[in-house]
């Protein structure tokens, strides 16, 4: 079979081989063919490129690749941001670092991840491996495969991430010592933490018994500090006058330190041909704690002038809420596996994978409530007010008057200033009192918020076992099979908790007390001054406050409670062809699988009961087993692929690919939970009792459900690449795709009647004396302005919208990726050492309903420009991210979307490689100083005019890294 290349395989190999194990550039000597040649052993980024290239050049499917040069040597904390930069991905940053990793427009959570070739569970609500859990030190590599085949287990619409870890008995004994020091450019404004950090990570591979026994192990300790500058608001409004002002604000300095430390093992025995046992073995613990601190508030204006987004004005009665938001986050994940291997005569072997990973997580986030008074307390008088000025950007405060308690921790008192205690309407006898308010009405349970207790309960275990036939064999064009069985069984789950805190000082409040004070944060960046620091933790722990439980009072949180199950078998087979189409070099494989799933989640409908408690009717503070709700479904689908690569010139292949491929429908979607919830706006109450008029203005009530019956996302996928090698690091690719989505998840919505729910067995939820209102005030109410008297009773209207998630929406991905790496010495040999490597990914997606696909920029743009020579080693790395729709943490503990701005990213490295130093025991030392974020760009999240709802700043991070190799 016809075979040419411009440069010999042999010698490519030979190339490779001596980017990986050389820890050196020393000229080697090899024979090949008989003929002795020179072969320069090259590493760091020009060693990389030539491992990644060749795996590229290798494969049947359209992939990319990273190698163990690429992770940690461009202020890589972690894989997701050697990830970010490869061709066709994009990386999203959650709290400063990068997190997310979205392949070809589709977010993590429809793109399958794997460790080793076993799927990888993470730690937050859904499916998505947050991939700045994982270090790089641990890591040797991972593969991209955009395309798939039948004997890939883990697949996503997007493609498919494997991470890889070291095979010790495929790899250099080594054994090598990190460390570096961390610097945030944005200091800390608040006062209890700093901007400095630090990283430590030791890594060894030996070989035993005559290389029959192999041990590799890596541990890393991480400290990471991250402070970001909050700026928020609730939303906008449009006044009479046309001017765009915010509703509410919603303004922090944040601080956090990441404590991480993660220790992997694989041990490998191989004592003869035949038999090769692998055992892996992942722990990582990490916290990732600090201090939200800031303002949370209404706003209100007057003395307004300019027009839409210029306006400027007075923030007038302003009455802010000093919020000091203590954040603790707990977690680990556990994973091990056992891979055995027997060759059962020359030409089958048999494989047999078992693994088992776990995973928990705490998210909590303490709120403490400060300010000049109890809500209630003061007059308007007494309040202050501040000067502002609006932007596309946001608003910006250029004054205040009236609001100096704050910097006073003696006159700042300890309460809730506003009134958030609807709540706790359940409870109203607990808050009694004789007490009155500035207006002369007694103080009550809406004003006894002072603080609020928020956190999630999530752990996921995953178990897979996978048995493997694989054989040569001569049947036509084919010469190899493959087939095979893997089980899974996934169980994850998450418990919504919360508790309302008010103080024992209630209906009165204390300063600031003196053993929890810190100091003094800083706000005025945002125009808000200085304000007081404490202990947001220490009122919760020492009884300051009493606590009830939020879950018997709010319906949305016990609605967020649940369970779900999968059992997932997939059988499959493969075939892999190698011919001759017109005497041109023609190989791939064809393939199928069949996959049978059984889901079922269990949860509650979270309904306010008689009593104004939730699901508690007998008031014992237990949920009543009428809410409890369970459902699921059986379904399988036929995924067959095909990757086809032909050598139409020498070193230059087409490659085509055909296939269908599921990423399974969000956790949060299939869970079985639901709630039904009441706005007690009068002016939704008085709407007409008509499904029409509830149509036309709306309704108070609602309802949300998920759907554990949903099938997974589906997708027809076409590719054809163009891939031109022409240095063993040099190659400039075409790749087209389109995905036909035959299936996605929509939000259904429909209008139902609350006395008498269908969809729960005719449930009324109508409360007489709690969703009705007299009225108190004599006026015009409602969108009809119908008149109502003092001693009025307004009946709110029996329909309203349930909202829940459905199959059936489909859409369209069509996708274009231009690739490049150029050692710039093919242009001239005085560039030796120059290079670049350059890709830009255009994509034009559209579902059905004319929604965005998380995690899709229609542009994505990266280069990364190099120079590596002798030791010395520098490199610039730009990333360009159009906007893109994305999933944040909301209220109630709820995810959300959110539209977020595109961004333009510039990390940079220089370093030095001490190998051909003079001095013996500087020859493994490696030396370089990396800056991430160099531009100080901002994460922002914007409304539907484009004005930021959000902002978050981070400042550029600077490391300096040591790397020892011992031998």
């Not at 061709?87 to 709290?95: D, F, I, N, T, W």
């Not at 011919?579 to 799933?597: A, F, H, M």
Request: with cysteine; hydrophobic share 35%; glycine share 10%.
């Amino acid at each position: 079979m016809m075979n040419t290349q411009l440069f010999k395989p042999a010698l490519l190999s030979m190339a490779i081989s001596s980017a990986i194990f050389s820890g050196h550039s020393m000229a080697q000597q090899a024979v090949i063919d008989g003929e002795q040649v020179e072969v320069i052993a090259v590493k760091g980024i020009r060693g990389s490129l030539i491992r990644s290239q060749a795996e590229k050049m290798d494969s049947s499917s359209i992939t990319e690749s990273i190698s163990a040069e690429d992770i940690g040597k461009l202020p890589d904390s972690s894989i997701a941001e050697s990830l970010s930069r490869l061709p066709g991905l994009a990386g999203e940053r959650v709290g400063g670092r990068t997190s997310g990793i979205s392949v070809r427009g589709f977010k993590e959570d429809f793109t399958g991840t794997s460790l080793n070739g076993r799927e990888l569970i993470g730690i937050g609500d859904n499916r998505g491996v947050e991939y700045d859990l994982y270090p790089s030190e641990i890591m040797t590599g991972a593969t991209i495969y955009k395309t798939s085949d039948a004997t890939l287990m883990v697949q996503g619409i997007g493609g498919t991430v494997d991470l890889k870890t070291a095979r010790p008995l495929q790899a250099k004994e080594t054994l090598t010592l990190n460390g570096s020091y961390e610097s945030g450019s944005q200091g800390s404004d608040n006062p209890e933490f700093d901007a400095k950090g630090k990283r430590f990570a030791l890594s060894f591979v030996e070989k035993f018994a005559d290389d029959t026994i192999g041990l590799a192990v890596a541990a890393a300790t991480t400290e990471s500090p991250n402070n970001q500058r909050k700026y928020g608001v609730w939303g906008y409004s449009t006044n009479d006058a046309g001017q765009v002002l915010p509703s509410g604000l919603d303004i922090q300095s944040i601080s956090t330190k990441l404590e991480r430390d993660t220790i992997s093992a694989v041990l490998q025995y191989q004592p003869n041909d035949k038999i090769n046992f692998v055992f892996d073995a992942l722990k990582i613990d990490y916290a990732d704690s600090g201090v939200l601190r800031g303002f949370i508030e209404p706003f209100s204006s007057a003395n307004v002038t300019g027009s839409g987004t210029t306006a400027k004005g007075t923030q007038i009665n302003a009455n802010p809420v000093l919020r000091t938001d203590p954040l603790q986050k707990d977690g680990d994940l556990e994973a091990f596996g056992l891979n055995i291997e027997y060759q059962l005569n020359d030409d089958w072997q048999v494989m047999l994978d078992v693994a088992n990973s776990q995973s928990s997580k705490r998210d909590l986030r303490g709120e403490s409530y400060a300010g000049l008074a109890r809500s209630g307390a003061l007059t308007n008088a007494q309040l202050g007010s501040r000067e502002f000025q609006m932007s596309q950007n946001g608003v910006f405060f250029t004054g205040l008057t009236g609001l100096g308690a704050f910097a006073d921790p003696n006159a700042l008192q300890l309460t809730g200033p506003q009134v958030w205690g609807g709540s706790l309407a359940s409870l109203a006898s607990q808050f009694q009192t004789n007490v009155l308010q500035a207006s002369g009405t007694p103080y009550s349970f809406l004003n006894a918020q002072d603080g609020f207790m928020n956190y999630a309960d999530f752990s996921e275990e995953l178990t897979t076992a996978r048995l493997e036939f694989q054989g040569n064999i001569e049947l036509g064009v084919f010469t190899k099979f493959t087939a095979g069985v893997n089980y899974s069984d996934r169980f994850k789950d998450k418990i919504n908790k919360g508790f309302f805190a008010t103080s024992t000082a209630y209906p009165f409040s204390t300063a600031i007390p003196e053993k929890y004070r810190l100091g003094l944060a800083d706000l005025s960046w945002a125009g808000l001054g200085q304000v007081v620091a404490y202990d947001g933790f220490a009122p919760y722990f020492d009884g300051t406050y009493k606590l009830n439980d939020a879950g018997l009072l709010e319906p949305d949180r016990l609605g967020d409670t649940y369970d779900v199950n999968e059992e997932v078998t997939t059988l499959y087979v493969k075939a892999d062809f190698d011919t001759e189409l017109s005497g041109l070099p023609v190989l791939g494989n064809i393939g199928l699988q069949y996959v049978d799933t059984d889901q079922t989640s269990s949860g509650f409908i979270g309904v306010v009961g008689p009593n104004f408690k939730v699901c508690d009717d007998d008031n014992n503070n237990q949920t009543d087993a009428r809410c409890l709700v369970e459902s699921g479904a059986s379904y399988s689908h036929v995924l067959p692929s095909l990757n086809v690569s032909v050598e139409v010139l020498d070193n230059t292949f087409v490659r085509a690919a055909a296939n269908k491929t599921i990423s399974r429908a969000r956790i949060d979607q299939m869970k079985a939970s639901g709630f039904v919830k009441f706005d007690q706006n009068i002016d939704l109450i008085t709407i007409p009792n008509s499904q029409a008029a509830v149509q036309t203005y709306g309704s108070p009530w609602s309802k949300f459900a998920g759907n554990p019956e949903l099938r997974p996302l589906e997708s027809n996928n076409f590719d054809l690449s163009f891939e031109k090698y022409f240095e063993t690091e040099g190659y400039i690719s075409l790749a087209v795709f389109y995905k036909d989505l035959v299936n996605w998840t929509r939000d259904g919505n429909a209008l139902i009647d609350f006395t008498n729910d269908p969809g729960n067995g005719g449930a009324n939820y109508y409360i007489p004396n709690f969703h009705n209102r007299v009225i108190d005030t004599a006026g015009n109410y409602g969108p009809l302005d119908r008149p109502y008297n003092v001693g009025d009773i307004a009946t709110p209207p029996n329909y309203g919208f349930s909202s829940f998630f459905e199959d059936g929406l489909t859409g369209k991905v069509k996708g274009t990726e231009l690739t490049t790496n150029l050692p710039l010495s093919v242009v001239h040999d005085m560039l030796e050492g120059f290079g670049v490597a350059a890709s830009a990914t255009l994509i034009d997606a559209k579902l059905q309903d004319g929604a965005a696909i998380p995690g899709q920029s229609d542009k994505v743009y990266s280069l990364t420009a190099y120079y590596e020579r002798n030791g010395f080693e520098v490199r610039l790395a730009g990333t360009d991210r159009s906007d893109f729709l994305t999933y944040q943490r909301g209220g109630s503990n709820k995810i959300e979307t959110a539209n977020r701005k595109g961004v333009r990213l510039l990390d940079a490295q220089i370093s030095y490689d001490f190998a051909e130093s003079d001095i013996d025991y500087l020859k493994g030392l490696r030396v370089s100083l990396q800056g991430s974020n160099l531009t100080d760009v901002d994460e922002e999240t914007v409304d539907a005019n484009g004005i930021v709802t959000l902002r978050r700043q981070f400042g550029p991070t600077y490391m300096l890294n040591f790397n020892y190799s011992f031998y």
